[in-house]
């Protein structure tokens, strides 16, 4: 018998399969087209597997609310195809298996909340910025959800005084992820940020904008761990510049952790998402 997991991208599908032990037996990545030729591999790739459940953490905007008549939907994507999507509903019809359901980054919350970076905590954030921005936490050991899923990515933050970047996103221009995420970094200076390595200045106004945003959610959710993973964080310099800034904003207003260890890189890296998708698997089978 085996857990199920699906960490859904707009990119790619990484599905797996543990044993009881969460032990990974096997995995696989499948592009992200359309939901039918994508949904056939995921099907041929779990079909090997006497499943005992699935946990599922998904692109958005998705429909978390279980009282929905859209509960297990991915709803608004931008995303082709997949707007108004029944992903529970498509699993749950092929498998009659319960299916747990949450975003990316609430997943990737979980799997650093039990096996990562804040095992042994009660509580802890999880942002990925990369290609966009986005955030999840656990308070007192359960996933944050109410009307809806957070959208931390989407804060609004003050523009720096010397920067003329507009902002990207089409929605609020100068929030977090227009002008913090990667693309906000190849919009401003014309280059990708792992081109940008050695270039202080990028990476200086870069920490003043994602530590505005730690203020904000350290001010409103008080978590004993902030986890900054995806491709951006990749560029390590990055972790102290912004606990410096995040000292200078916070301006001793609060108590929090020691910095080093508050704001920190995830301890299972790449795999958090996955590992959050199978503990939630086992979950929903004993419920």
């Not at 990974?24 to 499948?30: A, C, G, L, Y």
């Not at 999840?136 to 050991?141: E, L, Q």
């Not at 510049?241 to 609060?254: G, H, T, W």
Request: charged residues 20%.
């Amino acid at each position: 018998m085996y857990y199920g997991a699906i960490e859904a991208g707009g990119t790619k599908f990484v599905c797996a399969v543990s044993d009881e032990n969460f032990d990974i037996v096997d995995r696989i990545s499948i592009p992200t087209t359309l939901p039918n030729e994508t949904m056939q591999h995921v099907y041929q790739f779990f079909n090997k597997y006497n499943l005992i459940s699935i946990g599922i953490g998904s692109f958005g905007p998705i429909d978390v609310n279980k009282e929905s008549g859209t509960y297990g939907y991915i709803t608004t994507t931008p995303k082709m195809g997949w707007g108004h999507f029944n992903l529970v509903g498509a699993l749950e019809e092929k498998y009659q298996k319960p299916v747990a359901f949450t975003t990316d980054v609430n997943a990737a919350a979980y799997g650093e909340y039990k096996k990562g970076s804040a095992k042994g905590a009660n509580s802890c954030l999880y942002l990925t910025i990369g290609t966009g921005i986005g955030g999840g936490a656990v308070i007192n050991g359960k996933i944050l959800e109410g009307f809806s899923h957070p959208e931390m990515g989407h804060v609004l933050i003050r523009k720096h005084q010397e920067d003329s970047y507009e902002g990207n996103c089409p929605f609020h221009k100068t929030c977090l992820e227009g002008l913090a995420a990667g693309p906000a970094i190849e919009g401003r200076y014309s280059k990708k940020g792992h081109e940008l390595e050695h270039d202080d200045h990028v990476w200086k106004l870069e920490a003043y904008y994602i530590a505005q945003a730690l203020i904000s959610y350290t001010l409103i959710l008080r978590p004993e761990k902030i986890i900054l993973g995806g491709g951006v964080m990749k560029q390590r310099q990055l972790f102290p510049l912004i606990r410096a800034e995040f000292k200078r904003l916070l301006n001793d207003y609060v108590q929090t952790p020691n910095l080093d260890e508050y704001i920190v890189p995830p301890e299972l890296e790449d795999n958090a998402g996955i590992t959050g998708c199978l503990l939630l698997a086992k979950e929903v089978s004993s419920n």
